[in-house]
């Protein structure tokens, strides 16, 4: 028997324990039992035109329900529509800051000719695209106001500035930046000087600032942008209270070891894979942590990921929203940005930060980069209970929310889709949720566990991995991972060790087509960042953990792999394989 042929049955015998040991799934998840909204052919009002409510609006249609979208503008894409005369939304020259492949839909992907994070113009017009292709022009309702949403014994009554309508389900789609948020911070009472939220920077004249003291409090992206946009006119401090965590959007950052040209312009959220999360959820949201890779990127990147004392992140890596603006970090190198910790006090014009320095300096203006309430922007008068899961409200779940959320890491519009998927089933009666007290269990346990995950976070902020497998098994469309072996053994290892993808949750959908797409999106990936990993430094640090017997055996499974998945036959002294310790 040759020493491939022996490779082969030892990785096969490998991942026959791995499956019967790891993967404990069925091929169809069964949804939860209780609530059964018989709704098929009922009316459902979504509040809002931006990517939620309209992907709400497609699924609600597919599944049968009498649909409108209710949008105050005059044209769909909610945030990411420039308009300088209104507050918040996208700038001219925004770009997302989470890959394309958890920006698109599972039945409309994006272009491949778009870049890896695409334009804010380029999110737009694949939304209207989107509207184009299934034809839902005709379900959207321009330039309407929403005045009050109630509700009585039977319906809901929705009122608009142009007529009121009843309806038996109502999706508040509106999105999480409609309402800005400005704190009452006791430390900034003094000061009289100018103070805006970032939701106002548009209108800004830059000119008017130039050599100006500016203090950005905040270190979320828009922190960063605004920070970017404004370094070479005025002098430029940020100023975040519990530091960030850095994340660059690019593998090219962590040094990787280079199979081709193309490999150091691999997005850095697409990594992760399911064998790398089943290995997660059997030893803790530590194991980077256990594994060093945390560490290993902290000796790349600096402590917290930026090398920045003043902003040292007070939570674990796996523990907030991650930053990913390597931008600003060049502009604190350069000297055109001034880190600061959080705000000791205030004088009229002048404050003190926490830390070693605290010398008063003057400001011209401080800019909030402090979010915005998660409420829509119009009352509702009805008793409301929490959400569940994010989703339905817990005492009436006729009233649903989607968009809602926001992943530590991959993109809003992927959770959305799925999110909207799950309603128009619970809507439709295609499947159930729990009763009412069912749903305030869950609720405080998930509060529980979040708390635990994410301490001091709000609740919104969630594990996009671990999230999008509970919403999808509960309207049975959590693949099985045992049956696609069997069936399927190469759509297996593109699953288990390519990049982690949301088109698995369209493996079971009804539609043949769509089982097709994602299947051939799916296999797209197999070109991708975990080959590339496979060829790390980074990877091999790791595996240099493992103690000698395992270490050799998982270099033969990684060359296995590569053979297997990406064709490349690598020897054992081979130049092209780095895994010869």
């Not at 830059?206 to 946009?229: C, H, M, P, R």
């Not at 749903?439 to 529980?448: A, G, K, S, T």
Request: charged content about 20%; proline content about 6%; some cysteine.
């Amino acid at each position: 028997m040759t020493k491939y042929a022996m490779l082969r049955i030892q990785s096969v015998l490998l991942l026959q324990i791995m499956v019967w040991l790891c993967m404990k799934h069925t091929y169809l998840a069964q949804a939860a039992s209780s609530s059964h909204l018989q709704a098929s052919g009922k009316k459902l009002v979504i509040i809002g035109g931006g990517f939620a409510g309209i992907y709400t609006l497609k699924h609600a249609l597919e599944a049968g329900l009498d649909a409108i979208v209710i949008e105050k503008s005059s044209q769909i894409g909610g945030q990411w529509v420039y308009d300088p005369n209104k507050l918040g939304g996208v700038n001219q020259d925004t770009e997302t800051v989470s890959s394309k492949l958890y920006m698109s839909p599972t039945d409309f992907p994006m272009p491949k000719t778009y870049p890896d994070f695409p334009s804010a113009d380029q999110v737009l017009e694949h939304l209207q695209n989107y509207v184009h292709h299934f034809k839902l022009q005709p379900y959207i309702r321009y330039n309407t106001t929403i005045k009050h949403l109630s509700r009585t014994s039977e319906n809901w009554k929705v009122q608009t500035d142009q007529e009121t309508m009843a309806a038996d389900f109502v999706v508040v789609a509106t999105g999480m930046n409609a309402v800005p948020r400005i704190p009452d911070l006791p430390q900034l009472r003094d000061f009289q000087n100018p103070m805006m939220h970032s939701s106002q920077f548009k209108h800004l004249d830059l000119k008017a600032l130039q050599g100006k003291n500016v203090l950005i409090v905040g270190g979320s992206d828009t922190a960063s942008d605004i920070a970017e946009k404004l370094k070479d006119h005025s002098h430029v401090y940020v100023s975040m209270r519990n530091g960030a965590w850095f994340q660059p959007k690019y593998l090219k950052y962590y040094n990787f070891a280079q199979l081709d040209p193309t490999a150091d312009h691999t997005p850095a959220d697409m990594v992760v894979n399911q064998f790398l999360l089943t290995m997660v959820k059997w030893w803790g949201h530590d194991l980077p942590e256990k594994m060093g890779f945390v560490k290993r990127f902290e000796k790349m990147m600096g402590k917290s990921g930026s090398g920045i004392p003043e902003w040292e992140s007070e939570d674990k890596y796996f523990g907030s929203v991650w930053t990913k603006s390597p931008a600003l970090l060049d502009a604190v190198r350069e000297g055109k940005v001034i880190p600061k910790r959080g705000i000791l006090s205030a004088t009229a014009q002048e404050i003190c930060f926490e830390g070693e320095d605290s010398t008063p300096v003057h400001f011209d203006l401080i800019i909030l980069c402090t979010g915005y309430r998660h409420q829509p922007n119009f009352p509702i008068d009805a008793p409301q209970g929490q959400r569940y899961k994010l989703v339905f409200d817990s005492q009436d779940p006729s009233l649903a929310w989607v968009g809602y959320v926001r992943p530590y890491v991959t993109g809003v519009p992927m959770i959305a889709e799925l999110q909207s998927r799950w309603v128009a089933a619970a809507f439709s009666g295609q499947c159930t949720l729990p009763e009412p007290e069912q749903m305030e269990r869950e609720i405080i346990l998930d509060q529980q566990a979040h708390q635990q995950r994410f301490p001091g976070r709000p609740e919104f902020l969630v594990d996009p991995y671990q999230y999008m497998e509970f919403v999808a098994q509960q309207f049975g469309q959590k693949p099985g991972y045992m049956k696609i072996l069997w069936a399927q053994p190469l759509l297996f290892m593109d699953l288990m060790f390519n990049t982690w993808t949301h088109y698995q949750y369209r493996l079971l959908d009804q539609d043949p087509q769509k089982r097709e797409l994602a299947e051939e999106q799916i296999k797209q990936l197999r070109q991708g960042p975990i080959r590339d990993l496979l060829y790390s430094e980074t990877y091999r640090t790791m595996r240099s953990l493992a103690p000698t017997p395992l270490r050799r055996f998982i270099r033969r499974w990684d060359r296995y792999l590569l053979q297997t998945l990406f064709g490349l036959h690598v020897g054992r002294e081979t130049h092209a394989d780095p895994h010869t310790d």
